[in-house]
Nanobody, 122 residues
């Protein structure tokens, strides 16, 4: 599966952005689509994930209540609505697919899109 992330940009603290990830190829109901983020010198960290078949969502504690992940199965796309952004949310954001159905660890994700940069100014 090829993934194409978009929607990053520069926003002031407290603002919102919506990231999109378009997938080409077959996505099965057992698969999980996730968003991760990474800053220079840091490891890639889990942000949110959604089970393709059920729509069940998972979030890192630091984004609960602020970010919402969703998917559109007809369009083969996953989204990350980010509200109340903070300067510490500044990072490259990546979408990825996990064929194993596991959802938190970087290592269980098989295919990755390119990053889209989110910069939050204070």
């Amino acid at each position: 599966v090829q993934l194409q992330a978009s929607g990053g940009g520069l926003v002031q603290a407290g603002g919102s952005l919506r990231l999109s990830c378009a997938a080409s190829g077959r996505i099965f109901s057992s698969h999980v689509m996730g968003w991760f983020r990474q800053t220079p010198g840091s490891e890639r960290e889990f942000v949110a994930a959604v089970r393709w078949g059920t729509g069940k969502t998972y979030y890192a504690d630091f984004v609960k209540g602020r970010f919402t992940i969703s998917r559109n199965t007809a369009e083969n796309a996953v989204y990350l609505q980010m509200n109340s952004l903070k300067p510490e949310d500044t990072a490259d954001y990546y979408c990825a697919i996990s064929r194993s159905g596991l959802n938190y660890a970087v290592t269980v994700y098989n295919d990755w899109g390119q990053g889209t940069l989110v910069t939050v100014s204070s």
